[in-house]
C-alpha cells in the first residue's frame, strides 16, 4: 500500500523559515512533487525533483526562497522554506509520479502525479 505522510507545518511570522518532511512507504517512485493550495483556488505546483538524478524545478514565486531535497536511505522529501511570505499560507501538498519520463513542464502539472498525501497547512502571519 502507498502512503504518503507529510509533516511539519504550522504557524510562522514572515520572513521566517519551516521545513516540510513527506515520508514515502510502498514503493518507489521517478519524481516527487510539493504543491500547495489555498481555499477557493486551484492546486498550484511549488517544487519538484527527480528522484535518481536529484534534477529539480520551482515555480518562480519560491524560487531562491524554497529547497527541495530527498534522502533515499530514509525514503523521504523534505521541502525547506526560507524567507516565507504571507502569499506563501497555504495547505501543501506531497505528490509521488511514477513514471519517469515526464517533462518538466508536466511534472508541473497535477496530472502528472499518481499519489498523494493528506496534506499539511503552513500559515505565515504578517
Known amino acids: 500500500q502507498v502512503r504518503l505522510v507529510e509533516s511539519g507545518g504550522g504557524l510562522v511570522q514572515a520572513g521566517g523559515s519551516l521545513s516540510l518532511s513527506c515520508v514515502v512507504s510502498?514503493?518507489?517512485?521517478?519524481?516527487m512533487g510539493w504543491f500547495r493550495q489555498v481555499p477557493g483556488r486551484e492546486r498550484e505546483f511549488v517544487a519538484t525533483?527527480?528522484?535518481?538524478?536529484?534534477?529539480?524545478d520551482y515555480a518562480d514565486s519560491v524560487k531562491g526562497r524554497f529547497t527541495i531535497s530527498r534522502d533515499s536511505a530514509k525514503n523521504t522529501v523534505y521541502l525547506q522554506m526560507n524567507s516565507l511570505k504571507p502569499e506563501d499560507t497555504a495547505a501543501y501538498y506531497c505528490?509521488?509520479?511514477?513514471?519517469?519520463?515526464?517533462?518538466?513542464?508536466?511534472?508541473?502539472?497535477?496530472?502528472?502525479?499518481?499519489?498523494w498525501g493528506q496534506g499539511t497547512q503552513v500559515t505565515v502571519s504578517s
Open positions: 525533483i527527480r528522484w535518481s538524478s536529484g534534477s529539480v
Open positions: 510502498g514503493r518507489t517512485f521517478s519524481a
Open positions: 505528490a509521488a509520479a511514477p513514471f519517469g519520463g515526464w517533462s518538466r513542464t508536466r511534472l508541473r502539472e497535477k496530472l502528472s502525479y499518481e499519489y
